[in-house]
Structure formats: C-alpha cells, structure tokens
C-alpha cells in the first residue's frame, strides 16, 4: 500500500521523490506483521491535532498534513495519525494513516505528520483525524541535546523553498543518526509541507556543529514561517 511505502522508506511527500531513487518494498510478511502489532491503543492517549491541511497532490491523491502536540504530560514515540472521510451520512468514503516525523515526541513538543490517499477519493463532506497509537518513550535512547539554529528560508518560486540552517551539539556525548525535521506554516499557521532530512553529517560530537539544506514544496499558499527539529540517538543505543 502507498502508507506502508512511506513508513518503509520515511517518505513525508512523495513530490520529492527523486527520478532513479531506490525504494525499499515492504514484504508481505513484515506488512502483516505490522498490520497484528499497529493498532489503535486500548486507551487512546488524548493528543491534540492541529493546524491541519488538505491538498490536492500531482499525482492525483489527497494528502492530509498537519502536527501533534504532545499536551500528555509524557514523552511519547511510534506516534500515528488516522484520517478517516466522511460523506453527508456520516458513512466512510476512505481512510488512511501515518506516523509522524518524529521519533520521540517529548512533552509539549509538536510533530508534523503528512497522510497520503494515494488514489482521489470519492466526494467527503467532513473528516476526523486522531491518534491510532502511541506509547511511552524509552527517553535514554535518543540524544535531546541538539540546538537548531541560524534557519533561513528563500523563496525559489511559488511552489518551491530552500531552507538552510545549523544543528549543534550542545551536550556531553556524540550524537549519531542525526536528522532535522521541518515544518512550514502558511499565514493561517496550518501545515502546508513536512520533511525528514539529514544534515551533511548526521554524526556530530561532543561540542561540533553541522549544517543541513533542504528543499520544501507547500501544499498551498505562500510560507509564512518554519521551524526545525533536530533529533538524534546515543551512540551506545545506536550500536547492535
């Protein structure tokens, strides 16, 4: 399915897909495996979705973007999102679902996450969008000392914006798996594009610094504003 292509190859928006880019297909068993262990907590933990956008995409689906704001009081991970379409009764026209860009979602941190109806889904009249699932964070495996900074956007052109910036570390041990999520905001603060990037290194050591570059296309109107996060691994959660 398009949703387990993304999850399977960390694909926000399947606009910057590349010509020749390798994909990585999930096997069937690892799908149904998923299918028996991703599904929605007994309890649904009362996450805040915000700022969500609907848009139209090239290759003639939906995507749904927006972010999770982890008002829960605990740091959470394997956090995902459902979207589910709905005609003038009430009934279900499609659904669909995915993770959000981060992997640790810490307290009073917000995620983006961007949901793709890989096909035009037949007429909806209204939505729901909610957490499927989300547990508690083993917090000592990830690496939270990184600082984003020096973040600069240039409008390339109606569709397309270059963001740089700088990713520092500014705790007492090397950060590896090192990535920077960003998130761009149209005046009416909605979410209009989400990436995953690695910076030019995503290995950073104590006190060192790297940088990133990236390519954004919004899903709508011109970007208001975006924001970056870094996030990272122990290099000892990292080792086998």
């Not at 700022?51 to 973007?65: D, Q």
């Not at 798996?177 to 209009?192: C, E, F, H, K, W």
């Not at 924001?227 to 290099?235: D, K, M, N, P, S």
Request: proline fraction near 7%; charge should be negative.
């Amino acid at each position: 399915s398009v949703a387990a292509l993304q999850d399977a190859n960390g694909i926000l928006d399947p606009r910057l897909l590349q010509l020749g880019q390798e994909l990585v297909i999930p096997r069937q068993e690892e799908l149904d495996a998923a299918a028996t262990t991703l599904t929605p907590t007994p309890t649904p933990i009362p996450l805040a979705i915000e700022n969500v956008h609907f848009s139209e995409t090239t290759i003639g689906g939906l995507s749904v973007l927006g972010e999770v704001w982890n008002n829960t009081g605990a740091p959470l991970e394997q956090v995902r999102v459902g979207v589910v379409l709905l005609d003038d009764a009430g009934q279900e026209v499609a659904r669909a679902e995915g993770l959000v860009a981060l992997d640790l979602v810490d307290v009073e941190e917000r995620a983006p996450f961007a949901v793709l109806f890989g096909e035009q889904p037949g007429k909806f009249a209204r939505y729901q969008v909610f957490p499927l699932r989300a547990v508690p964070a083993y917090v000592g495996s990830y690496y939270r000392d990184l600082e984003v900074s020096d973040i600069e956007s240039v409008n390339e052109g109606y569709a397309s914006y270059t963001v740089t910036g700088r990713v520092k570390n500014i705790g007492p041990e090397e950060a590896v798996q090192v990535q920077v999520v960003l998130t761009a905001y149209d005046s009416l603060g909605r979410v209009v594009a989400t990436r995953k990037i690695e910076p030019d290194y995503n290995v950073v050591p104590r006190g060192g610094e790297t940088t990133f570059t990236a390519l954004l296309a919004p899903a709508g109107g011109p970007v208001e504003r975006v924001v970056a996060e870094a996030q990272g691994r122990r290099i000892s959660a990292a080792q086998p």
